[in-house]
């Protein structure tokens, strides 16, 4: 009897952990997103997996209206190549292994 009881508890908590629990909205700071694109505040993300959830955060925290996700073109990890201001958009590169290797605007 324990033993289904281990059982049935060890299931219970896998099941649980596969729970798809919906992400958080990524909200900017300060409540505005100007649509005047910058990366001095998102370099940091370079670097960094591709996931859905970084590249919107850094999407909100440069400010811009929108992003493209694009594998790099450039051949090179260099996160300052490119416009560091203006339009409103923000362009990510990745590269082979999805990690972010450029941010720029435009």
Same mark, same amino acid.
Request: hydrophobic share 40%; net charge neutral; glycine share 14%.
């Given at each position: 009897?324990?033993?289904?009881?281990?059982?049935?508890?060890?299931?219970?908590?896998?099941?649980?952990?596969? +729970? +798809?629990?919906?992400?958080?909205?990524?909200?900017?700071?300060?409540? %505005?997103?100007?649509?005047?694109?910058?990366?001095?505040?998102?370099?940091?993300?370079?670097?960094?997996?591709?996931?859905?959830?970084? %590249?919107?955060?850094?999407?909100?925290?440069?400010?811009?209206?929108?992003?493209?996700? %694009?594998?790099?073109?450039?051949?090179?990890?260099?996160?300052?190549?490119?416009?560091?201001?203006?339009?409103?958009?923000?362009?990510?590169?990745?590269?082979?292994?999805?990690?972010?290797?450029?941010?720029?605007?435009?």
């Amino acid at each position: 009897m324990s033993r289904i009881l281990v059982v049935v508890g060890i299931s219970a908590m896998a099941l649980s952990a596969c +729970s +798809s629990t919906p992400v958080a909205s990524v909200e900017p700071i300060d409540g %505005v997103i100007s649509g005047q694109c910058h990366t001095d505040s998102v370099r940091g993300a370079a670097g960094l997996a591709a996931a859905p959830g970084t %590249v919107e955060r850094a999407r909100v925290d440069s400010d811009s209206l929108g992003v493209s996700v %694009v594998r790099g073109q450039r051949g090179r990890n260099d996160a300052n190549v490119g416009a560091s201001a203006g339009g409103d958009h923000l362009t990510i590169e990745i590269g082979p292994t999805n990690n972010i290797t450029a941010l720029r605007c435009g």
